[in-house]
């Protein structure tokens, strides 16, 4: 009797054993599957024809302006965001007011609407036949198919990161410290750069890289407010995407590598962020 018991707990034991071997198989053949595979191909062929091919393609008038653009709307949407962020997270950590949870699920209104369906809620307002469209064009104001347009879906689809990470770290700090200073004679800005800002900087330079690299990376609601016009309103992800179609396999996946880096640099800086802030938390 027992000696069968103990055949059955061995077997069971081993069963266990088994089970997180499977679990980490399945996980990295997903991965690879997803990701791995996928990044690697961009990179195999971005250099299939070798390193002068690839350079040539990064050299074109129709890729720099694209890079061009990107970084613009990154310059402005990042700013913005950071404002934005800072103000609705003092607003929602330091006051409680009717309609609280309300701005908050505001706040996360992008990440759970399509960026499409914004690209569109955008253009119905300030298209030609939007709620603002007739206003504006009678002014000389072009939003859709134009510049401000592209701003405005890359400002609305990263405008959650900054204020995200930043609340969290406001609630765990508390106002202890702002109070101290401020019965010390401090003013509100004095308080906000002598003890705020230092406070939250990992959590808000954390929002800064993801809200940078969201705005960069941006496709679905740029590609709907801007007409992907070659050379004039085409970002680096558009111009991706109309290479491909337009059979320049290789310029579209050069392009694809520069856009794989800049998620490289985003995954590298975001580890180091996370480290040292468990490194401040454990101090």
């Known amino acids: 009797m027992n000696s069968r018991m103990n055949n059955s707990k061995a077997k069971s034991r081993e069963q266990k054993s088994w089970v997180p071997t499977i679990l980490i198989v399945v996980a990295i053949a997903y991965v690879s599957l997803v990701l791995y595979i996928p990044a690697l191909n961009v990179f195999i062929q971005a250099f299939s024809k070798g390193v002068g091919p690839f350079f040539a393609n990064l050299t074109r008038p129709e890729f720099l302006h694209a890079v061009q653009l990107t970084v613009m709307l990154a310059a402005i949407a990042l700013p913005l ?145 801007s007409g992907n016009i070659s050379g004039k309103t085409q970002s680096l992800p558009l111009f991706v995407e109309d290479a491909y179609k337009q059979y320049e396999t290789e310029a579209a996946y050069s392009a694809a590598v520069l856009l794989a880096l800049l998620a490289v640099v985003t995954l590298v800086l975001k580890e180091i962020l996370e480290r040292k802030t468990r490194i401040k938390d454990v101090e």
């Not at 401000?148 to 609340?167: K, N, Q, Y």
């Not at 990992?202 to 969201?214: F, K, S």
């Open 81 to 225: 965001n950071t404002v934005f962020g800072l103000c609705a997270a003092w607003a929602l950590t330091r006051h409680r007011f009717p309609g609280r949870a309300f701005v908050l699920s505001l706040i996360d209104l992008p990440f759970s609407i399509s960026p499409v369906v914004a690209g569109l809620m955008i253009v119905l307002l300030y298209g030609r036949q939007g709620w603002f469209g007739g206003w504006l064009q009678d002014r000389g104001l072009n939003i859709i198919f134009a510049f401000p347009g592209m701003v405005l879906a890359t400002a609305f689809v990263s405008m959650p990161f900054v204020a995200r990470e930043v609340i969290p770290v406001l609630e765990e700090l508390g106002s202890d410290q702002e109070e101290a200073a401020k019965t010390l004679g401090a003013n509100d800005w004095q308080i906000f750069w002598r003890v705020t800002l230092p406070n939250i900087r990992w959590g808000l330079l954390y929002g800064l890289i993801l809200t940078n690299a969201r705005a960069m990376g941006e496709f679905g609601a740029v590609s709907v407010v």
